[in-house]
């Protein structure tokens, strides 16, 4: 608008300001949406970044014979079920002498996660070699401890009879730290481990890979049947009913809701086939429904965008429909098509509601080891986390949560490269 | 010599002729799963929602004040044969709508409006991968954050306007589903601004109008269709949406339109009734399956109507 329209009336001068007011609108509409989402992650980042790091005690072992393998026979079985808890109380009590009441040594030996002694006894029977040996181990601290060390909950506010943590235990973890003994180690065990009822000891390992084989199971349904319905739809199908029927019901069952996929696969590959319940492979099948629409629509506009050239070239040269099709159409729009279906597969992945109908939504400790072991998924997971009363839960929600995004960034980028690498233009 | 090698060509060509339709047969082999999914759907759902009109009569179900689905123990205690109306849930259900389409409404509209119309080409390229981004987090995500942050802020200011707002409030729910609704409605309003005639506006600048009010006064209600068809997309995957509520929105049926109160779901009642102890014949799982089905219809009715608003007036413009 030149300026001098807008000096010489005011009436335009108005109309210009309304023009430039209703344009603002629009940006503050796009900044409260995207400021939200910032809010969002930082929110989650800043509460899940702590997860990464995990308290630990260093505790002085002494490994005698007498008190873990009185036998001698160094069974790996007897050697892991050993009772460690007077082992690491002396290391402890090596620290904090006073302890000695049979109180005190319970509220000490509690400042140590249960899966300490686990974990110890995990080590010697790898190394039986240990017994007879003195080490420094550190292993982890319980989670009130590890709350309290990095700040999460602070003593003074809280009276001390409704505090789990007492006077004396704080007094007690400022002496081991004194003592160099207690640090904040990088967390392998959310990586390497499945989930516990300690939040100390919960990993993401069987989750994640949980939500690997089911999108396995969902990959190698959906894709081949995902593009060859397109290819079927936009080479072999001359409109007729039936084709305008499985157009109708691919729109409509992109818009059902998910938990009804769940209802289907508990109602007919549960109740009806008897498949085994809470697994991947009954998991990966009712992803792939649910993501089969996704994939067809996506592939089809593809395969509509490869030039009818290419297929009158092959024609005239004698090739078949099939060759025609198979040889030269689908090759080209290859790329295209891979694109849509892991965009799908980045839906499936952060999919919830359908997986808590088929059961997959169980404590699962032990990682999974094939698609037919009962099994949850890393979404469920986050889910039954956050549902869960223990404070420290609410750090691992937000880190389980990193870890999904982080995985659907990827999935997106590799999408997006992909068709950068290999998109052809016409 | 020749005749043999005509042989084998014909036998060839039968042979290829017969790969061309056992290949046409399998790929259609593969378009009829598309259906076999919907006759799945419908029939699962039917066929369990019958065996709970067996029990509880189809009146009672869909004109019920009240939703109680604990049966009791013994036969003869009170109210032991459980309340299923399901019109609780249906108000919860659209009250959490509402409130999240107020939320998402002007908030896509105005993006939409703002990206078809004004934005440069530049960040229009910036802006539209970021919203889109808000369609891909999985709504466990935006549940998690409802009941971590979202929820005690409005109780915590609340309380300090000296209201009474419970923690699992239907407007914690809705606002966060209402921002995730935001990109549905911005990238399918954005397509149909897109699609209005570039003569329509053209005549508009010729009469002297402003951009704005082109757009407000032209280009909208030429849209307005279509728009209307991206609203009912939003509503119909607001009803259907699942985590979110399970995890920010009540568990107990409670009537009310009091966006401050705890209101219940048709999918968090399903959640809770098909997670957990269950024996399949009781009438409390198979009302799953009934409230599953009264969803599907709503959500494709709505859908089949959207779809055919959107479409009609594609073919206007077209």
Redesign the interface.
């Known amino acids: 608008m030149p300026d001098y329209l807008l000096t010489t009336s005011p009436q335009m001068a108005k109309r210009h300001k309304r023009h430039k007011r209703f344009q603002w609108y629009g940006r503050i509409a796009i900044a409260i949406s995207i400021s939200f989402m910032l809010f969002m992650f930082t929110a989650i980042f800043f509460r899940g970044i702590g997860a990464f790091q995990k308290t630990m005690v260093a505790v002085d072992i002494q490994f005698t014979e007498s008190q873990i393998d009185p036998s001698g026979v160094r069974d790996a079985t007897s050697l892991k079920q050993a009772n460690y808890k007077p082992i690491l109380l002396q290391g402890l009590q090596q620290v904090i002498p006073g302890a000695t009441e049979r109180r005190d040594r319970n509220n000490l030996y509690k400042l140590l996660s249960n899966g300490a002694a686990f974990d110890l006894g995990a080590r010697v029977a790898n190394t039986p070699d240990l017994i007879g040996t003195s080490e420094r181990v550190w292993v982890a601290a319980s989670s009130e401890v590890d709350l309290y060390v990095k700040g999460k909950i602070d003593p003074r506010e809280i009276p001390e009879e409704l505090r789990r943590l007492k006077d004396q235990d704080i007094a007690w973890i400022e002496t081991l730290r004194d003592a160099g003994q207690i640090k904040k180690k990088f967390n392998t065990a959310f990586f390497t481990n499945g989930d516990s009822r300690s939040p100390e000891m919960a990993g993401i390992l069987s989750a994640a890979i949980g939500s690997f084989f089911s999108l396995l199971i969902c990959f190698s349904i959906a894709f081949p049947l995902g593009i060859l319905t397109a290819v079927y739809l936009e080479e072999y199908a001359k409109k007729s009913k039936l084709t305008d029927l499985i157009e109708v019901n691919i729109n409509n069952l992109a818009a059902v809701p998910s938990i009804v996929f769940g209802l289907l696969g508990l109602a007919i590959f549960l109740n009806f086939f008897n498949l085994p319940r809470s697994t991947p492979l009954v998991g990966g099948m009712v992803l792939a429904l649910m993501t089969l629409p996704t994939i067809i629509i996506a592939s089809r506009s593809i395969l509509r965008s490869v030039p009818q050239a290419t297929r009158d070239a092959a024609l005239g040269l004698g090739a078949s429909k099939t060759q025609t099709t198979f040889h030269h159409v689908v090759p080209l729009a290859m790329p295209g098509m891979l694109t849509g279906t892991i965009l799908g597969m980045a839906r499936a992945l952060g999919e919830t509601a359908p997986l808590l109908m088929i059961g997959m939504v169980a404590f699962i400790v032990d990682v999974p080891k094939g698609v037919t072991d009962v099994a949850t998924a890393l979404p469920v997971q986050i889910f039954l986390w956050a549902d869960s009363p223990e404070k420290g839960f609410v750090e691992l929600t937000s880190a389980a949560i990193m870890v999904l995004l982080v995985f659907l960034i990827l999935m997106n980028v590799f999408a997006v490269y992909l068709r950068k690498k290999l998109e052809r233009r016409w | 010599m020749k005749q043999s090698q005509d042989l084998t060509l014909r036998r060839a060509s039968r042979l290829?002729q017969f790969?061309?339709y056992a290949?046409?047969a399998?790929?259609?082999g593969?378009?009829?799963?598309?259906?076999f999914?919907?006759i799945?759907?419908v029939a699962?759902?039917a066929?369990?929602a019958i065996r709970f009109f067996g029990k509880i009569p189809v009146q009672s179900f869909l004109f019920g004040l009240e939703w109680s689905p604990q049966t009791a123990i013994r036969d003869d205690q009170v109210g032991a044969s459980g309340a299923f109306g399901v019109l609780p849930l249906l108000a919860g259900t659209l009250l959490i709508s509402c409130i999240a389409m107020t939320v998402a409404t002007?908030?896509?509209?105005?993006?939409a409006?703002?990206?078809a119309e004004?934005?440069s080409p530049k960040s229009r390229n910036l802006?539209k991968p970021?919203?889109e981004?808000?369609a891909?987090?999985?709504?466990?995500?935006?549940?998690?954050?409802a009941?971590?942050?979202v929820a005690p802020l409005i109780r915590g200011s609340g309380a300090e306007l000296g209201l009474q707002i419970s923690s699992e409030s239907a407007l914690a729910a809705g606002s966060v589903m209402g921002?995730m609704l935001?990109?549905y409605i911005s990238s399918l309003s954005d397509d149909v601004i897109n699609a209005v005639p570039q003569a329509i506006r053209d005549a508009s600048y010729g009469m002297g109008a402003?951009?704005?009010?082109t757009?407000?006064k032209v280009v909208l209600p030429a849209a307005t269709p279509g728009i209307i068809g991206s609203l009912l997309?939003a509503i119909?995957?607001a009803?259907?949406?699942?985590?979110i509520v399970?995890?920010a929105a009540g568990l107990a049926a409670n009537l009310t339109a009091n966006p401050f109160e705890a209101v219940t779901t048709m999918?968090v009642q399903?959640?809770t009734l098909?997670?957990g102890d269950q024996e399949?014949d009781s009438a409390k799982t198979l009302a799953?399956?009934a409230i599953?089905l009264f969803?599907?219809v709503l959500?494709?009715g709505l859908?089949?109507f959207a779809?055919r608003l959107v479409d009609k007036y594609k073919r206007k413009y077209a």
Not at chain 2, 136 to 145: A, M, N, Q, R
């Open positions: 290829s790969r061309e290949i046409q399998a790929l259609i593969c378009s009829l799963v598309a259906i999914t919907t799945g759907i699962s759902l066929f369990e002007p908030l896509g509209l105005l993006s409006v703002y990206l004004f934005a802006v970021m919203l981004l808000l891909g987090i999985p709504t466990v995500v935006y549940g998690f954050f009941v971590l942050v921002i935001v990109p402003t951009h704005t009010e757009v407000t997309l119909s995957r009803i259907g949406e699942t985590m399970v995890m999918t399903i959640v098909l997670t399949f799953a399956f599953a969803l599907l959500t494709l859908n089949i779809l």
